[in-house]
């Protein structure tokens, strides 16, 4: 669902939900969806997971709803989004620290894999979550790479700006680690613009914060200004980005 409701000729419902899912507005989009379908189903499981990832709460909301979406499916596509969402779901379980759940979100993904061949609506979504897990749990940045590579040019074939938006940054943030200063800029500069174009107010408060810390100052204090204003104005979301705001102290090391 990375790209539902963006563009301007979906139906009104879409429309509806991508502004109140672009607004921290998770469960009031995810209410909006009919629960008679396997695609609508799926959709509201993916609001309230990612819900999860942003607030670090929601959890049971999230299953019930997860579990509704796989009783639901019945093609290939429809168990093996199901299982991405699921892998999704545990996977930010981990990342948050509330349960370890690092197994089970290979073996979703993994089964995941199995059902969305490549090329197929839904692999790059998938190249891109399985890039996560190599990134951020397996610690495997070659890995990391190749899957986010992967997931961006589906994305691109796909014509979905927001993934794009998404692999522009993980790729950028690969790019820093390695002290590739221009490459990380420029990735953090194109996944800011996608993000500002779309309207994702929600994800573009991590943008600025990136970019900021691949600018001089004062435009990086700039960055980190804006990116608070935005934090603010979503009442303190995304939880985890506080500890970024503000500029690292003198000598400190960064991540």
């Avoid at 629960?35 to 670090?56: F, G, I, K, N, S």
């Avoid at 090329?119 to 890039?131: N, S, V």
Wanted: glycine share 8%; aromatic share 4%.
């Amino acid at each position: 669902m990375s790209g539902d409701g963006t563009t301007a000729d979906d139906d009104p419902l879409q429309t509806a939900v991508w502004r109140l899912r672009s607004r921290a507005c998770w469960a009031d989009a995810a209410a909006l969806l009919p629960t008679d379908t396997p695609r609508a189903t799926l959709q509201r499981a993916a609001l309230l997971v990612e819900r999860c990832l942003y607030t670090e709460r929601g959890w049971e909301a999230a299953e019930d709803a997860l579990r509704t979406a796989e009783a639901r499916a019945h093609s290939d596509e429809e168990r093996g989004a199901a299982a991405c969402e699921r892998g999704r779901l545990a996977y930010t379980s981990t990342l948050h620290r509330v349960r370890d759940r690092a197994d089970e979100a290979r073996a979703a993904l993994g089964r995941a894999a199995a059902l969305i061949p490549p090329g197929a609506p839904g692999r790059a979504l998938l190249d891109f979550r399985r890039g996560l897990l190599a990134e951020n749990l397996t610690h495997s940045p070659q890995a990391a790479r190749a899957a986010y590579r992967r997931a961006h040019a589906g994305a691109t074939a796909q014509s979905d700006p927001l993934l794009l938006s998404c692999t522009w940054r993980h790729l950028a943030q690969l790019a820093l680690r390695e002290g590739e200063l221009a490459e990380a800029r420029h990735g953090f500069a194109e996944s800011l613009r996608l993000r500002e174009d779309l309207g994702y107010l929600i994800g573009t408060a991590p943008a600025l914060v990136s970019l900021a810390e691949t600018e001089p100052e004062p435009e990086a204090t700039r960055l980190r200004e804006e990116a608070g204003r935005l934090f603010r104005l979503l009442g303190g979301l995304p939880t985890w980005l506080a500890e970024h705001l503000s500029p690292p102290a003198p000598g400190a090391a960064t991540a």
